[in-house]
Each structure stands twice: as C-alpha cells, then as structure tokens.
C-alpha cells in the first residue's frame, strides 16, 4: 500500500490534444510553418493540472491507431468520424516529446483505446491505495468515477474542469457512475457511431435503468413489461443494446505493459524543454522557464549601479576611446512628447549609471557624451530618446545600435515597445518586462525604490549591450544591413525632427467647422426622426434595426446574434428603397469626422505652440509603411467633400509661408513594373501614357484613347490595383458591381497583356514557399508562416501577402529613402523650408513663399531620384495657404 499522499493523474491525450486544437483558434505555427497551437493549449492545460492536483504519477495515455477490439465487432464504430486534420497530426510527436521533457510517461497500446488505458491503470491505482484523477474532454469516462477516482471533464477551453465523483454523477444524471454504461446500451452513442435502442432518448433510458438497474435486470423482467411501442423496440432491437453495452465499457483489464512504478514523476529536463520551446518558437514559455531559474536573481543582484542624485556624482564618469554608450532614458507614458521624463541610465566602460533626475543629462559630463559627433550611442528606440532628450534642450548626435529598430527588420512581427519582452523574443531573458514590473493600465507605477527603479533602467542598457552584436550579426546574414544603417536608422532621426517641428492647426477654423457640423447634424437628424415617425437613439444599431425592419418594413438583409444588422454595408444595398437611408449614412460619415477628426484634433493641439506633434509608428506595419497616433494625419480622409475641408484646418507656422506638398504618382504600379519586369507595363508608363487608360485599352480591345470611357478608366484601375493585392474575380465582382465571369475575363485578359506580371504572380508565390518569406527592392522581408498551410483561406491569404508585399514594401522603401535625402537637401542648401508630414506617398513641407520656386524643383528632383527603377518615377507638386489648397 502506498502513503495517503500518492496520487495518480491520468490523462486522456487524445481528448485534450483535440480539444486544445480547437480551443486555441488562433493558427499559432513556428518559423518553418509548422502548426502548434495543439501542443500550446495541451502545455497550458498540463501546467494547471499539475498545479491543481499535485500528483506523485502521472501517466498520459493515446490511441494507438483506429482499428480496436471494438472495431472487430463492430467495423462502423467511430467510423463517421472525418480524417483528422494535418495541422493537428503533426503536433502528436510533438506533445509526446513535451512529455518526456515533462519528466512525465506516455503510454499507447495496440488494440486498445486510451480509455482502457486510463481505466486500467485507474483499477491497479485504486487497488494500490491511490487517489486517482483523470483529466479528459470525453465524459464517457465518467464511468470510472469511484470514491478514489476523480474524473476531471474540461468545461471550456482545456484548462477549466468539471469534477465527476459518485455523488456529483448522481445528482447531474440521476444514475452511479457504472450504470452510465447501460444508459449507452440503451440510448447508444452517435459520437462513436454505434445504435442503442430505437426510439429511446436519454431520458428514457435514465428512466428505465432507474426502475431496473441495469440492462440485463431489464431484459430478464421484459415479459413482464405492458405491451408498446417501446417493448417493442427493445425486443428488435436487443442485440444492439448488448452490443453497445460492451462497446460503451472502457476495459479496466487491458494488457498494459507500463506499470504504476513506471508512472512516477521524474525532474523536468530544462534543456529537453528549452531546446523544444525554441524549435516551437514558444518565446513566452521560455521566458517563464528562465524567470524561474534560480540564477537569475543572482545575476541581476550582481548588477552593480551607481545611483547620480546631483552633480558631485558626475565627477565618476569617464569616458574611454572605443567604448560604446548604451542609453536608456525613461519617458513614463506612451506620448514621449508630453509625457515625464521618469529617470535614465547608461552603461559605459562596464561600469553602470542611473538617476531619477533626467535634469543631470544636462550637465556637461553627460551632455558631452550624448551630443559627441564620435561617440557612439546604442539605444532601444532612437526617436523616442532624440525627442526625449530634446525637450532637456540635448541633441543626440550618434546612434550606432537601436535594438526596436533591428528587431523589427529581422521580424516585422515581433515589434514590442516593452523592452524586457521584445529581449525576450531574441533568447534573453535577463531583463524583467515593464508590465511585470510596473503594472499595466490604471495599475501601472514606477518603483518607488529608487535601486529597483535605477537597476531595472542600468538592465535595459545592458540587455542592448549584450544583444547587439548577435543582432547585428543576423541582420548582415540576412543583407539587411544597408536597410539599417541607409534607411531606418537615419529615418528615425528624420522623423523625430518631423515630430518635434510639428504642424501649425487653425483652432478658430476647426471650431467654425465644429459649429456648422453641429448644425447639419441637427438637421439631419429632424429629418431622420421625421422619416421614421418618431424619436430614437441614433447611436443604437438594435433600436434603428426596429425602425428600418419592423416600423417601416425594409427588406431584412443580414442579422447578427444581436438582431439585425445595419452596417454600412447593408445600408448601401437599402440605397434608394427609402429616403431615410441616405441620411442615415451621411449622418453616420459626419458624426464620425466631427468625433473622430474635428473634436479628435483640437483635444491633441499643444497649447504651447499651437501645434500637433503626432507620432510616427516606424516599427509597426508588415510592409514597412509609416503610420501616425496623436492624431494619425494618415486618416484624414480625402474621398467626401466635408473630409478634405478639415485640411484647410493644417496651416503654416509663420505669416508669409505657404504649404508644399509633393506627391509619388501612382508609385505601387510603378514598383509593379519594376518587378515584373513586364515591357507593355513599363513602356507606358517611360511613354507617360496614362497606365489606367492604357489598361483600358488592352482589356476592351479600344485602339484610340480618345474612346475609353470614364467607366471603362474606373474598371480598368480597379483591375490594375486589384492585381497588386492578389484580387480573386469574386472581389473584382463585388468591386465594380459586374459578374464574377466578367471579372475573370478582365483578370485574365489583364495577364494576357501583361505577361511579366502573370509571370511575377507565379515566381513570387514560388519564391515564399521556397524561402518562408519575400523582400522588397531594399532587402525588407515578410515571413510568411502560412504559405505551405494545408488550410485554403490561410495558404491564399500568405499567396495574396507574398504578391503585395513586395510592392507595398518596396514603395515604402522609396518614400523612406527620399525623405532622408530631402531632409539633408533642405540642410545642405540652408533652406528655412521645413518636411513636416508624411502621409501614404506624399510629403507635405512648410516654407517662406520666396523659397516655393526653389521646392518646385528641389524635391520633385530628390523624389524622383531616390531610388533608381527601371522605369521613371513621377512626383506631382502643389502649394498654397493651408494642407487642402495645396492639394
């Protein structure tokens, strides 16, 4: 007999890797495309029952194949059932390698299923005096529930469970845990595929084993039961209820070779388990590995730091040749223009510094340092810190390593602006993340210690020191090198200058726009109320579905689990059914700019300066393309009339200066042609003939240009833009309003006629699945997970991504590279001109009206030039008193 302390988990593999499959919808796979969100949730269940249980063994049992001593009796058992997917088999080795890292025995037998496993091993355990726990998503399990055995049946998700004991059996069905057995005679199992009795429920058959006991009490006192329909059925079919019966009873005498002994507990093997989670790319899972060792604290504790509190201490600083600053300077809030400056380290010549006074940064000692042209200075993010530093009146003169920046370039999909766990996804575990430390929403506090506070920032500096050169050096072996050090490294520079010069806003312009938006509204909104014969939350998508469906009897077009659905989308296809429509959607497109841009921006102009500062997301987009918060210029919508009044709001900061704006003309076509290398393409566009017109033509068959109609130019730049985003004919259909044969014709007519860009679409695509990912013109890469899934809609989804990439990359590519070209003409000719936007393909400058002429031809000449095509590029320039009268 054992202790009272032994117990014994068992775990049904097969049931929680299916049910992990399912319940982590999300297509988790690793850097060689390999699927593994079966194998996370089976780790995330693991984990939970280990803690909650605490066993002494633990035996996880599987199916050894399909064919059973069941299906010899009966071959249609289980035999509905659909192939099990790729993307879960080839995770089964996988959750069986976590086991063995685990410490932890698996166990298949040939014949048999996992349940007679598990309620084998369950009968020797309870036998032996242990407490058993079994762990499965199956509740015919629930069979084997004894005042010693525990069946643990997952509710939701794999790591929520619900007990099944004798008394909880009782009372959830009304019958003991081994009479669940006859239930299934009688009732049989659709699950499993094998009949019961005809015409018996489970509530009949709870009733009838409640008045007999079991089946075989039932069909000795049947002659004595009165004559019906269900008599009936049971003498025709009784052979079924038999035979149910023992298919239903899980064997608790099957041949397993592995014994209880066998089952004990063994000590994770950490390597085993590091090794597993770095081939799964399982980065959180590391980090929880290395933040339990026991070292790590050591390390950390060892960190030795020098706190400044005033400037006697700078007398300690030195600087020697040769020596990299690493730099850290805290800003407490996402907004790095507003927000405080908490506190700052450096890490020089091995040695560590940190303070909460960021005021000492302008102290000669360590000004010097930062505004040394020789020095070199490694930062996390060096926008952040050049605008950082810039409002304590310093200039940062020499980033050499920005680790945000590199980490991004390796992999656009690991963009973390938190430190600790962006280390993390390179392997280093040392730095704890500032969620962790500080919390995270309303929570959220710096340490009031000042040596946790100072060592958590000298750590930082020390995790950019110690990930910089392996960085570096996956960043030569992908020839990203150049991308770094020509484009986003000096990009970085170009739009921190960009943020802090900021843009001037007419506040008296946006509230006279607030005004008459007001009013219309109001107007609109009578009108709306008239329409429908009474009053009514506007706001509230389930009272205005009343009124359109149920008042006023429009045609339903889509319902939700909420009631009816009035999105946009919908309302288009009501268009002209009722005059109540169109203004519900113009009041819905003015409410939006009047929230959205008009109130969204005066909440966001400096009262200092009159201004925005908005931010530039540099490492957020796949494609490399620029984005801005607080306010995102880029969203500033252009397409309704009252959208593009907003720009008149944008206005230079000084009397007598105007607004330049230069735009790239349609630069994504231009790229096309580039890469395709498609002559009919590129001869167009070296022509100057107009590429939708031209498109026109080839897809209709029109010879003079003069003939192409307006409707005909809008088809064919559908077709050319659509081409550029993997369009199916189904979208092109739904685009244009046309059949789904006609847009195969145009689709395949458009390849027709431009064979290097059919060619592209087919060698790009055999490009990603022979590399794992695409690049643009500039070496910029896309890692594509998906290309080889065996699910259609995320194999043509990573199809379609490795088309546009390319493009949409390679243009960003472009417009990055000419802004760091302008921003070094305007300095180098001594212009007052300053860049000051940068939205989609168009940069947008302020200037004195005497140096227009000069930007007329200046930056058309640096656009143009930035980056050499096989075909030209074209820049269209505009100017005038505000943002819309430049355009």
Known sequence: MTGKNTRLLLVDGNSIIFRAFYAIRTQLTNHDGLHTNAIYGFKLMLDSVLTTYDPSHVLVAFDAGKKTFRTEKYAAYKGQRDKTPSELTEQFGLVKELLQAYGITSYDLPNYEADDIIGTMAAQAEAAGYDVTVVTGDRDLTQLATDKVTVAVTKSGVTQMENYTPAYVQEKLGVTPRQIIDLKALQGDSSDNYPGV????????????????SVEALYENLATMKKSKLKEHLEQDQANA???????RIRQDA??????ADTQRQPVDIDQLVDLYQRLDFKRFLAEIHADQAGRADKKSQLAVDILTNVQDLTTVEYHDGDNLAFVIEVDGDNYHRAPLAGFAFKIND????????TLLQEKPLRNLLESATIPVDVFD???????????????????????LVSYLLNNADNSKDMGKLAQEHNYFELTSDEKLYGKGAKRALPADDAVFCGHLAQKTKAIHDLEQQLLTELQQNEQVPLYVDIERPLAIVLAQMEIAGVRVDTDKLMEMQSKFGERLAEIQTAIYAEAGEEFNLN????????LFEKLKLPVIKKTKRGYSTAVSVLEKLRGMAPIIDNILAYRQLSKLQSTYIEGLLKVVAPEDGKVHTRYTQTLTATGRLSSVDPNLQNIPVRLEEGRQIRQAFVPSQPGWEIFSSDYSQIELRVLAHVSGDHNMQQAFRDDFDIHTNTAMRIFGIDDPEQVTA???????????????GISDFGLAQNLGISRQQAKRFITTYLENFPGVERYMREIVEYAREKGYVETILHRRRYLPDIKSKNFNLRSFAERTALNTPIQGSAADIIKTAMIQMQDALQSRGLQARMLMQVHDELIFEAPQEEIPLLEKVVPEVM????????PLKVESKHGATWFAAK
């Open 711 to 725: 409707n005909q130019r809008r088809q064919a730049k559908a077709v050319n833009f659509g081409i550029v985003y």
């Open 255 to 260: 041949p397993v070779a592995v014994t209880l």
């Open 198 to 213: 005809t015409g018996v429920g489970p509530k009949t058959a709870v009733k009838l084993i409640k008045q007999y006991e």
């Open 540 to 547: 509230s998508p389930k009272q205005l579905g009343v009124i």
């Open 351 to 358: 040695h560590y510094f940190a303070s909460r006074d960021v």
């Open 382 to 404: 060096s926008k952040q810190t050049y605008v950082a530093l810039n409002r304590l009146g310093i200039t940062l003169r020499q980033v050499n390593f920005d680790l945000l």
């Open 242 to 248: 038999f035979l149910a019966k023992d298919l239903a």
């Open 864 to 871: 143009d030039s930035a980056v050499q095509l096989d075909i």
